[in-house]
């Protein structure tokens, strides 16, 4: 899915701007951090991207409805559930056999390092572990809009090494993967990068 942002502003009511004359395009494919210190409105540029929000000013246009996955920045999951019913759900709603869908969940828990902990109940996880966790789910839904918000931030640097060549690799299969992130180290796993900085209102 591409999504493309023409002249977007954002304000809320009585505040200033926190974003303006942002025209970009997010393209299949491709994946791309959206940096900006703390409350410059990364959380907010998501939730115009993924539409939940209308933007104060300007025009965002998807070329198709496909599927858009969230991943947040404080991870939501069902606290009695271990951590491999995460990601077996997403394959059992694709029509896949119960068995299939649980190997194919271990792959990818595999592919986060969490095979450790599959059984795990999520409330048990580590703030980090939980994250991943977030990220294995929606990477299992096979995306075409993916819009992760600060996935490292919990991350030693190897599980967020881990992460960004996962995002890639998720981009590689198809889909506009966008990043909202102070690591330097998402930022370079990144093909491309907006700068809230640099279109302050
Ligand atoms: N619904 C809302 N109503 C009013 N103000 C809001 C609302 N949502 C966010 N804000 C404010 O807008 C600003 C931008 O918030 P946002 O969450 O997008 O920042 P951010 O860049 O993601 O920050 P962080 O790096 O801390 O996650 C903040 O000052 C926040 O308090
Ligand atoms: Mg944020």
Redesign the pocket.
């Known amino acids: 899915m591409r999504v493309a942002l023409d002249q977007v502003g954002h304000r809320?009511t009585t505040?200033n701007w926190?974003f303006r004359h942002l025209t970009y395009s997010f393209d299949e494919g491709t994946t791309t951090a959206v940096t900006?210190p703390?409350?410059?409105?990364?959380?907010?540029l998501l939730a115009i991207i993924a539409g939940s929000l209308a933007p104060t000013e300007g025009q965002v246009n998807r070329t198709a409805a496909g599927r858009v996955r969230w991943v947040f920045?404080n991870p939501l999951g069902v606290p009695r559930r271990s951590a491999i019913d995460h990601v077996v759900l997403p394959y059992l709603a694709q029509g896949t056999s119960r068995k299939t869908a649980r190997c194919r969940a271990l792959d990818t828990l595999e592919l986060f390092d969490l095979l450790g902990v599959a059984d795990r109940l999520f409330a048990d996880l580590s703030g980090g572990e939980a994250q991943r966790l977030m990220l294995a789910r929606a990477v299992a839904s096979t995306p075409d809009l993916l819009l992760v918000d600060?996935p490292t931030a919990q991350l030693d640097r190897h599980a967020a090494e881990t992460v960004a060549s996962v995002l890639s690799a998720t981009a590689v299969s198809g889909a506009a993967v966008i990043v909202?992130t102070?690591d330097p180290l998402a930022r370079q796993a990144c093909g491309s990068i907006v700068d809230l900085s640099d279109h302050a209102g």
């Open positions: 809320f505040q926190l900006g703390s409350g410059s409105g990364k959380s907010t920045q600060e909202a102070h």
